[in-house]
């Protein structure tokens, strides 16, 4: 269950980095022989090699890998790569960079689960730097790079109590329980709503969303025997 | 109290989109005549122009504009421009973009405020989907465009209650008063703290960041008289 990373460039580099502090295993295939050989340790495992070759892709374990990300600088690479690796792998999460808005389609055909595209997400943040600098600030103090900085969490109502007999936000009381603070609710169609009240009642096949310092996400995991994956 | 926009390239027409989304008033600056003849209307006002020239900084106000976001393609052109505009106005905020990292400390010397490197965010954003998928997603059901999207605030202990006496988060309440949920403290010092206790003494001088739908907030605004900026 190891995660692929295409193409060392800025998008690979900084990607292998943030694996690197969530302590998840990948590996990079790069066709640069040089790169490879700079990069190269026991942290950052390369495969050379063009991983538009599916040779080069299976040597990578792509057939059973968890996750492929793309970050080639070519877009038409990109998308042969994404068409490869859905081709071997059905169950893949594959996730990749585009530089033209016009790839955006052509990468979710040839099977991409999510396409970033760089210009489109830093132009984004400028202007939300201007207009909504205090949610910039709450993220960034989230995602502060270390082994255990997990502070918001997924979590099925079906982990939490026994919907055979509803409760709601405040019958739960995770908060006293475990210092978790609920923050979101997934309803059972998948529909989102923010900061739920209290009253509200937790349908079966519904999540909560909960924000916590990574000891109170621990405290929860503990008390309700969740399994983090 | 508006914001210039420097260059109409993806970064730019995005950072544009979120602003208008946002209801801001802004300008672009853009070299290209085909460019502003394309785009130009009455929701995104155009400078014809070069960015590199003091006259046309000028134009667009950067003696009195709150703002300067630097968009253009070139690292050296953004430096320039960043440097040109703080020479001018000693308080505008200065957000450029980067494309190498070698750029970044040269920006911030130049009186850039912030920096932002699209591909480092690109990859950061790849990498995130797979280890912090949940906040992602939170994040995304934050951000939906629209005028009223804020659902994080950061407000100053003072604008809550008086001081003189210290309260604990609980003693305010702010959940049943307003729905908003306290998700954050930035202490006197300005250190944060993710999900306080609601035992947390709030000392003088110090913030709270909350949680709400954006009739919450509203509702917060208007209880304790909070002036939107
Ligand atoms: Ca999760
Ligand atoms: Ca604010």
Excluded at 157 to 171: A, M, P, Q
Excluded at 185 to 196: C, Q, T, V
Excluded at 202 to 208: G, H, I, Q, T
């Amino acid at each position: 269950n190891h995660i692929i990373i295409c193409g060392y460039g800025r998008n690979g580099k900084q990607a292998a980095k943030k694996l690197l502090a969530h302590k998840r295993s990948f590996v990079v295939i790069e066709a640069k022989k040089e790169t490879v050989n700079k990069h190269q340790s026991d942290m950052v495992p390369f495969v050379h090699g063009n991983a538009n070759e599916d040779e080069v892709l299976m040597q990578a374990g792509v057939d059973r890998a968890d996750c492929l990300i793309s970050a080639l600088p070519s877009d038409s690479d990109n998308v042969f790569v994404v068409l490869s690796a859905r081709q071997i792998n059905k169950n893949i999460r594959i996730i990749s960079r585009a530089s033209q808005e016009t790839t955006y389609g052509k990468l979710k055909l040839a099977g991409a689960n999510n396409v970033i595209l760089p210009d489109k997400i830093g132009g984004d943040h400028m202007a939300s730097l201007v207009v909504v600098p205090d949610l910039l600030e709450f993220i960034d103090n989230l995602s502060i790079v270390g082994e255990s900085n997990i502070n918001i969490e997924e979590i099925a109502v079906e982990h939490l109590y026994d919907t055979s007999t509803l409760k709601t936000i405040r019958d739960l009381d995770l908060r006293k329980k475990t210092g978790c603070n609920v923050i979101g609710y997934k309803n059972e169609k998948g529909e989102y709503l923010i900061n739920p009240e209290a009253e509200l009642k937790l349908a079966p096949n519904s999540k909560v969303i909960v924000l916590g310092r990574p000891e109170q996400i621990q405290k929860l995991n503990t008390l309700y025997n969740i399994e983090v994956e």
